[in-house]
């Protein structure tokens, strides 16, 4: 699943549909809007694409008349804009060696589960191979209300001060890497970061919460951003399943320490690289690095 730095990345070069107009509107699979497919067909054609915000993984298309329309990519979520100047992909690859392998064939095609249609002459698709990536369409109540209850402070943010984070963290009866994946505690942070973070910061994901110390807990804090940030300058990580926005794999994989690199040699020690599953998840850490 594509992380913040990976969202964020798709955000920032789809502003290319800034200004341009809904001229049309397929919904493919009616299960994937809401919601209805014929309510966001109905609100969203002739309205102008004001800008593009993100909170945390969840893309927010802000359209004129007081419409916002919320995309999540999911595990398998594609956006791929196709226009005579731009062609633009991100999210989930679903194979390597051509950028219409990426993204299953000509489109549109079986994976496609809507697409937009723009008065400049291009059009986003949707697609999503195993159907977990929706479209929802809010006004500005609602979307204050969705922020609110599922979405806490994300990296690099004012909100996210150290005093923020100690307080999230401390007293929770919870395995620290069960609470930085909680998207209502912290926004953004997935597996591949949440993996470097506690790497960088020497805390073993098995951990409580609740026994970390103040000094370990500015470690983590200051781990978090700093790795984000560098995420974010280069285009985000990728493994098999990710692509950019301009169809390209991200760059951040080359800095990875501990995620991906199961049963191999820990790059500061030499002990073997141990995965485990957790809230969930498949882990990565270093046993010896890692207390």
Same mark, same amino acid.
Do not use: W
């Given at each position: ?127 999503? =191979?195993? &159907?977990?990536?929706?479209? *929802? @369409?809010?006004? $500005? ?6 922020? %609110?209850?599922? !979405? ?59 026994? =970390?110390? &103040?000094?370990?807990?500015? *470690? @983590?804090?200051? $781990? ?6 560098? %995420?974010?300058? !280069? ?57």
């Amino acid at each position: 699943m594509p992380e913040l730095p990976e969202v964020e990345t798709i955000r920032r070069d789809l502003d290319v549909l800034i200004g341009q107009k809904i001229s049309a509107l397929d919904i493919l699979d009616a299960k994937t809007a809401s919601p209805s497919a014929a309510f966001l067909k109905r609100a969203l054609m002739g309205k102008k694409l004001l800008k593009i915000e993100r909170r945390g993984k969840l893309l927010i298309f802000v359209f004129s008349a007081d419409q916002f329309l919320l995309i999540h990519l999911k595990m398998t979520g594609q956006l791929i804009f196709q226009s005579k100047k731009h062609r633009i992909a991100g999210g989930h690859s679903l194979a390597e060696g051509s950028f219409e392998k990426a993204v299953g064939g000509k489109l549109p095609n079986k994976y496609t589960r809507a697409i937009f249609s723009f008065s400049g002459g291009g059009q986003l698709f949707f697609n999503d =191979l195993r &159907k977990f990536g929706y479209l *929802k @369409l809010v006004n $500005a109540q609602e979307l204050k209300n969705i922020l %609110a209850k599922n !979405y806490g402070p994300e990296p690099l943010t004012p909100e996210f001060s150290l005093a923020r984070f100690q307080e999230i963290i401390k007293n929770r009866k919870t395995k620290i890497k069960a609470v930085l994946l909680n998207q209502k505690l912290i926004a953004g942070l997935g597996n591949i970061y949440v993996d470097e973070a506690l790497f960088a910061a020497g805390i073993r994901p098995t951990r409580l919460a609740s026994s =970390l110390k &103040k000094e370990e807990l500015e *470690k @983590l804090y200051k $781990a978090i951003n700093r790795l984000i940030k560098k %995420a974010l300058e !280069y285009r985000g990580t990728t493994f098999s399943n990710y692509v950019d926005s301009r169809g390209k794999k991200g760059n951040f994989s080359r800095f990875l320490k501990v995620y991906g690199r199961q049963k191999e040699a820990c790059l500061v020690c030499k002990t073997k690289i141990v995965k485990v599953k957790l809230a969930g998840r498949g882990t990565t850490y270093c046993p010896h690095c890692q207390k």
